[in-house]
């Protein structure tokens, strides 16, 4: 069977406290967007796990994180099955935009229907979790504000509608692990969001709102990179209606409701950076 594992961006991303057990807490504004990595998922009857990748080169460290979903699903409920996964690589690694974490929400729901267990969402975002702070999310897609580690989710209505969204990925891989050392947590603002008040609003419109909207992780990153932030001030000065660096990066989104102000910003971005126009 065939699976489509979209990517998201985050609109909104602020980096709110440290746990004991290294995990930090968040709030941010998940969207899924129509640009995906596509998977073949079938049962096999020898009760392995067998996986094969194309496409966008991925580490092969024996680590993918569709095995990991995979075996951990079969610990918590072996019934002797197995399966085998083939994945397209199209979302780039390392880039922000949550691929592996939807890539493993794929495998989890897959599995859930092809081994009949019979799993609520719920359940699939409890054992998701313990895979990615991503992972829930891509569970039931959408559009959701998140805090927590990323897995307490209010699904709210598409912030990005009726337009493009242009991804820019410079080929520069951020390590989270990275980001999140070199992440300033006195420098975040301690005051309380008043974004999800206006994102959950019916109507609610871009326009006028999104000074409110940032992103943490954009000052080290931009520091340590500063050819991503002269993206966003690119995309900035060509029109977009909203314009961020996606989770800890590297790609940054330029939302447009014109397409003509889209295709003028493509002759100021290097032509050897990736580059992707989704229609939301």
Known sequence: MKFNANCKLNLHLRVTGKLPDGYHTLETIFQEIPFYDELEIDAADDGTVHFSASGIPIPDDGNNICVKAAELLKEKFPAGKGCRIHLRKNVP???GLGGGSSDAAAVLKALNGLWDLGLK?????????SLGADVPFFIKGGCAWAEGKGEILSQIPPVLKNGTVLLVYPNIHISTPWAYKNLNLNLTKTKDSVIFAEVSKPGFDLNGSRAGFTNDFESAVF????????????????????????????????????????YNSLKFLDDKYFLKAINV
């Open 93 to 95: 690694i390392g880039a």
């Open 121 to 129: 969402d719920s359940e699939l975002e409890h054992i998701g979790l």
């Open 223 to 262: 520091r340590e990179y500063p050819e991503i932030g002269r993206i966003k001030e690119i995309l900035l000065k060509e029109g977009a209606e909203l314009t961020a660096m996606s989770g800890s990066g590297s790609t940054v989104f330029g939302f447009f409701k014109t397409s003509g102000k889209l």
